[in-house]
């Protein structure tokens, strides 16, 4: 549990390469008490931090979390919109009726997200439900 501790704190780093590591790290390592730590630094007023949470998320795909990334699709930093976009295409594809969910706007934004960020196969299955 420390080193789980330790490396949510840093997402707090300054390296962003560091940042990314981590989150790929904790993707696949994180357990429901984590979950909960992250689900509060998505209120974090550092963009990095709440970007990295949802990238962590997302790759976690633990698609409870739903409702806690959604309205991040719409927040002002781009790199936190692209992460959101990110996470949540994942879990409407684990889980489609999820899709129902989005507005068409929402799904446009997502779409635009994932073409941006070269994520085509990812968009393909989006798109595909």
Do not use: C
């Amino acid at each position: 549990e420390k080193q789980i501790d330790r490396l949510i704190s840093l997402l707090f780093s300054e390296s962003w390469h560091l940042r990314e590591r981590v989150q790929e790290v904790l993707g696949k390592l994180i357990t429901e008490k984590e979950l909960e730590k992250l689900l509060l630094l998505l209120d974090e007023k550092m963009w990095y931090v709440r970007a990295g949470v949802i990238r962590v998320l997302g790759i976690h795909e633990d698609t409870r979390v739903f409702d806690h990334i959604y309205p991040h699709l719409k927040e002002r930093n781009e790199v936190v919109r692209a992460n959101a976009a990110v996470a949540l295409a994942k879990f409407v594809v684990k889980e489609p009726q999820l899709k129902e969910k989005f507005s068409k706007d929402d799904i446009i934004l997502i779409e635009n997200a994932l073409r941006e960020l070269n994520e085509f196969e990812l968009l393909e299955k989006f798109m595909s439900l």
